[in-house]
Nanobody, 127 residues
Framework: QGQIAEAGGDSVQTGGSLRLSCAHS????????MAWFRQAPGKEREGVAV???????NYATSVKGRFTISRDKANNILYLQMNSLSPEDTAMYYC?????????????????????WGQGTQVTVSS
C-alpha cells in the first residue's frame, strides 16, 4: 500500500483557511481513490472529500463549497484546501487510500472502502 503521511494541520480562528497535504509512497500509476476523513472526539470517522484517479470528486454535505480536494498524480500527493473554517471542523484529519478502483463516477466515502491510512493531522478551529 505504501506509506501515507499527512501534514498541514494547525490551529486557526473561525473563518480561516488551511491546506492539508498527504504524501503517498505507493505506485502513482495505481488506480486508487484517495480521500480525506476526519474524526472529532466522541464521533465516528467521517468521509470529508474523496477523489478518484480521473479527478471525479465527492464531498460531505457539510463541507461542500468550502473544501476542495485535489491530487497531484505525478507526485502522488493529495491536498485538501479548507476555507471558511468553523469550530465544527475541528478534528483529526486522516488521509486514506483505497484498493485499485479505476475511474469511479462517485468515489466512495465509506471508511471500509479504504485500506491504507495515515496517522492524522490535527485541525483546531477556535471561535
Amino acid at each position: 500500500q505504501g506509506q501515507i503521511a499527512e501534514a498541514g494541520g494547525d490551529s486557526v480562528q473561525t473563518g480561516g483557511s488551511l491546506r492539508l497535504s498527504c504524501a503517498h509512497s505507493g505506485n502513482p500509476d495505481s488506480r486508487v481513490c484517495m480521500a480525506w476523513f476526519r474524526q472529532a472526539p466522541g464521533k465516528e470517522r467521517e468521509g470529508v472529500a474523496v477523489i478518484d484517479t480521473d479527478g471525479h470528486t465527492n464531498y460531505a454535505t457539510s463541507v461542500k463549497g468550502r473544501f476542495t480536494i485535489s491530487r497531484d498524480k505525478a507526485n502522488n500527493i493529495l491536498y485538501l484546501q479548507m476555507n471558511s473554517l468553523s469550530p465544527e471542523d475541528t478534528a483529526m484529519y486522516y488521509c486514506a487510500v483505497s484498493r485499485p478502483m479505476g475511474s469511479v463516477r462517485t468515489p466512495p466515502t465509506k471508511a471500509s472502502e479504504y485500506t491504507g491510512w495515515g496517522q492524522g493531522t490535527q485541525v483546531t478551529v477556535s471561535s
